[in-house]
C-alpha cells in the first residue's frame, strides 16, 4: 500500500520506486522526459527506495513522456478500474420483502501517476494493480465491457479479509418490493465514487440502492459523501471519475448509473 | 438605354452581343451553374433529412444519385435553352436507352441490388465480411459494387448482384463474438476431468469472457478420440488473441494433467511383404568415376 498519495519532488537524474499490491513502479526524471517502469513483484528485490539514475536495472522497460527542463514534481493516485465492474457473490443471497442488505466489495485498484508538464501537473498514465477478467453487461447485441470479480463480496468488515490495493465499496441492498429478491449480481457503474484513504486503507464513498418491483421507476441509488464506519471520516484524496452527484440528480440518472441484475 | 452603348462600341463587338446565340449560350451556362449550386444544396438537405436512417452505404449512394439525375436534368433544360429539338433528342434516348438497357443488364442489376443493400444495411463501411469465403474490411461502398479490403491488404471489387445473390457473413456486426475450438483427447482419459479442465482454461483466459458463459461439451467418440468443444466468447476487438492465447493455454494445461492429445502415426511400409526397408551399402569402389 502506497503510504503517501501527497505530490512530492524528484529531481533530475533520481527516482523512486513504489509497490501497490502485486505492482511494482519505477518513476525516474531523466532529461526532459518522466519515465515509469513497472515490473512484477519477486523481480528486482534488492532494488531500493530511491536513488541516481545509475542505481537502476538496465533491463527495466520505460514509457517516456515530454516535460520541461524545470519540472520536477509528480503525484501517484488511485483510481478505479476504467470499465464497470460485475461483482457476484459466491452464493447468491435472498434479501426478504423490506429487509436490506449491506455488502462490502474489493475493486482492485489503478495507481495514475501525474507528472508536472509545463503549466501543471498531467495524467501520464494509469496501471492496474491487478488484471481483471472480462464479462458482458447485456446481450448479445448489444451491450457494455465491464470487469469481472468473483469473490470479493462481504458482509462485513474483517480488515484482514481485503488486500492493500483494493477500493472497499460498501453496497447498501433495500428490498423494497413484495417478493424476496434474489441477488446474484451487481453491475456498478464507477464514474460517481471518489476514492478516500483511511489507516492504510483505500475507501469509496457508500451507496444505497432501492430495489423496486416498478420496472418504469427502477432501482433508485442514492450515493453518500463519505464512506461507511469505520471509515466514515476518511480524506477524500482522488475526485469521482463522472463527478459527484447529488440526490435528485441521481434518481434520473439512475439507469445509466448502476443496475441490479436479478 | 443599350442601344448608344452598342453604338459606341464596334461594329463585330456590338454583332456579336447582339446575336441571339450568345444569349442562348449564356442562359444555357447559367442553367448549369444553378443546376451544380442546386444540386449541392439538395444534397446537404437530403443527407441532414435522410442521413441519419440510411447508414454510411445509403448516404453514399443518395448523394450520387442526386448527383446523377440533377447533372442530367440540368443538361436537359440547358439543351432545351440553347434551342435543340428535346422531342426528337428524348425519342432518339428512348430508342438507344431500349439498346443500352438490353445492353447493360448487368449494371441495371447491379444498380437495383445495390437499392435493395441500402434498404437492407447488411453491412457498413469499415464492417469485417466474409462473401464467397472472401473475408475483409468494407473499403468503399458504390453504385454498382463494393470493394472490400482483404487482410493482406488487396483490393477486391465485388458486384452488388453477387452480394444479394449469396450469403454475406458480417463477422463484425454484433459486440461480442465466440471462438469455437474444437480438441480430442485419447480415449483413457476421464471425460469429467477433461471437462472441468476446458472450464477452469476458459475461465482463467484474460480475454475470455465471464458471461456468457463458455460453451463446454462432449461432442462425440470419434474414430481415435473423444472430442470436445470449447466456444468461448471474448469481445470483437480480442478475438485476435484469444485465438492465439487460449489454444496455447489449454495445450500447456494438458501436458500438466497429463492429458494426451492423440494424433495420427504414419508408418512407411516398404512393399508387399511389409519387410524391412532394403538397404545397399556403397563404397568408393562403386562410384562412377569423374572426369
Not at chain 1, 118 to 130: D, F, M, W, Y
Not at chain 1, 226 to 237: F, R, S, Y
Not at chain 2, 7 to 24: H, I
Not at chain 2, 242 to 252: D, S
Request: charged residues 25%; aromatic residues 8%; negative net charge.
Amino acid at each position: 500500500m502506497i503510504q503517501s498519495w501527497d505530490e512530492r519532488d524528484l529531481a533530475q537524474g533520481r527516482w523512486f520506486r513504489t509497490r501497490m499490491g502485486p505492482l511494482n513502479l519505477a518513476l525516474l526524471r531523466r532529461h526532459d522526459e518522466w519515465r515509469v517502469s513497472t515490473w512484477e513483484d519477486g523481480e528486482f528485490p534488492e532494488l531500493p527506495e530511491e536513488g541516481d539514475r545509475q542505481d537502476l536495472p538496465a533491463s527495466l522497460e520505460w514509457e517516456r513522456w515530454d516535460c520541461g527542463d524545470d519540472d520536477s514534481r509528480v503525484r501517484l493516485l488511485p483510481s478505479f478500474p476504467d470499465l464497470p465492474i460485475i461483482a457476484k457473490p459466491t452464493t447468491s443471497l435472498s434479501i426478504a420483502p423490506g429487509g436490506n442488505a449491506l455488502f462490502y466489495v474489493g475493486i482492485p485498484s489503478s495507481i495514475e501517476v501525474h507528472g508536472e508538464c509545463g503549466a501543471g501537473l498531467r495524467k501520464l498514465t494509469s496501471i492496474s494493480t491487478e488484471t481483471l477478467s472480462k464479462t458482458w453487461h447485456g446481450d448479445r447485441s448489444e451491450g457494455e465491457p465491464c470487469y469481472s470479480l468473483r469473490t470479493r463480496a462481504r458482509r462485513h468488515f474483517e480488515p484482514e479479509d481485503w488486500l492493500g490495493h483494493d477500493i472497499i465499496v460498501t453496497v447498501d441492498l433495500y428490498n423494497e418490493g413484495g417478493e424476496p429478491f434474489k441477488f446474484e449480481r451487481l453491475f456498478l457503474d464507477l464514474g460517481h465514487f471518489s476514492i478516500f484513504a483511511h489507516e492504510g486503507r483505500l475507501w469509496s464513498n457508500a451507496c444505497r440502492i432501492r430495489i423496486s418491483e416498478d420496472e418504469e421507476e427502477g432501482n433508485d441509488i442514492t450515493y453518500e459523501p463519505c464512506p461507511l464506519h469505520p471509515a466514515a471520516d476518511a480524506t477524500e484524496i482522488a475526485h469521482a471519475r463522472a463527478g459527484t452527484t447529488r440526490h435528485s440528480s441521481l434518481r434520473r440518472a439512475f439507469s445509466s448509473v448502476i443496475d441490479v441484475i436479478n | 438605354m443599350t442601344a448608344p452603348i452598342l453604338a459606341a462600341l464596334p461594329v463585330w463587338l456590338s454583332n456579336f452581343l447582339e446575336s441571339e446565340v450568345l444569349w442562348k449560350v449564356v442562359g444555357a451556362t447559367a442553367i448549369l451553374l444553378g443546376g451544380a449550386i442546386t444540386i449541392t444544396i439538395l444534397n446537404r438537405v437530403a443527407l441532414r433529412i435522410f442521413g441519419p436512417r440510411l447508414g454510411s452505404q445509403g448516404v453514399m449512394v443518395l448523394k450520387k444519385l442526386i448527383r446523377y439525375l440533377g447533372f442530367a436534368f440540368a443538361c436537359i433544360l440547358a439543351l432545351n435553352q440553347i434551342g435543340l429539338n428535346l422531342g426528337a433528342i428524348l425519342g432518339a434516348a428512348g430508342v438507344a436507352g431500349i439498346a443500352i438497357g438490353f445492353a447493360a443488364q448487368t449494371s441495371l442489376s447491379n444498380i437495383i441490388s445495390g437499392f435493395f443493400l441500402i434498404g437492407e444495411r447488411p453491412f457498413e463501411l469499415g464492417d469485417i465480411i466474409e462473401v464467397d469465403g472472401i473475408s475483409g474490411t468494407v473499403d468503399t461502398i458504390g453504385l454498382l459494387s463494393l470493394t472490400l479490403r482483404t487482410f493482406d491488404n488487396r483490393s477486391v471489387r465485388i458486384p452488388n448482384e453477387t452480394l444479394v445473390k449469396t450469403n454475406v457473413t458480417n463477422v463484425t456486426r454484433h459486440p461480442i463474438r465466440r471462438f469455437n475450438l474444437e480438441v480430442g483427447v485419447a480415449y483413457d482419459e476421464n471425460i469429467g476431468h477433461v471437462l472441468s479442465v476446458l472450464r477452469d482454461v476458459s475461465e482463467k483466459n484474460l480475454q475470455c469472457l465471464d458471461e456468457p458463459e463458455s460453451l463446454i461439451i462432449f461432442t462425440g467418440f470419434g474414430d481415435s478420440s473423444l472430442n470436445f468443444r470449447l466456444g468461448a466468447w471474448c469481445l470483437q476487438e480480442d478475438y485476435g488473441i484469444l485465438r492465439n492465447t487460449l489454444p496455447r493455454e489449454l495445450k500447456e494445461r494438458f501436458d500438466e494433467e497429463d492429458i494426451e492429445i492423440p494424433f495420427p502415426h504414419m508408418t512407411l511400409a516398404a512393399g508387399k511383404a511389409l519387410g524391412p526397408i532394403p538397404v545397399r551399402m556403397v563404397t568408393d569402389a562403386d562410384k562412377p568415376e569423374q572426369g
